[in-house]
């Protein structure tokens, strides 16, 4: 029903900055929660960033101050600004869309990833 396509990615120096974008289509985007998790080598996959459907944020404790994610509804794509980025930002970061009634989830998607990578 809803599909999502992550780009921006790269390989960053210590302390400096990406800005992803995930592009959805499928279903009317602005009823999705939508949010950013990462999975570092040999971790599980974490929540980084959430943004609710009415424009709620919610973060990481460790990417807090450091990263911003936002939404643009008309153009079906959701963003997370990385500033000051540090070695252990290191993963691959996937797109998620969920659609809530309250605290339920009764649709969950995810994009294919893309490689943020740290290092100097």
């Known amino acids: 029903q809803v599909q999502l396509v992550e780009s921006g990615g790269d390989l960053v120096q210590p302390g400096g900055s990406l800005r992803l974008s995930c592009a959805a289509s499928?279903?009317?985007?602005?009823?999705?929660?939508m949010a950013w998790y990462r999975q570092g080598p040999g971790k599980q996959r974490e929540l980084v960033a959430q943004i609710t459907k009415g424009g709620g944020t919610n973060y990481e404790d460790s990417v807090k101050g450091r990263f911003t994610i936002s939404r643009d509804n008309a153009k079906n794509t959701v963003y997370l600004q990385m500033n000051s980025l540090k070695a252990e930002d290191t993963a691959v970061h996937y797109c998620?869309?969920?659609?809530?009634?309250?605290?339920?989830?009764?649709?969950?998607?995810w994009g294919q990833g893309t490689q943020v990578t740290v290092s100097s």
């Open positions: 998620n869309a969920a659609l809530k009634v309250y605290t339920s989830t009764l649709n969950d998607y």
């Open positions: 499928g279903s009317d985007f602005s009823l999705y929660d």
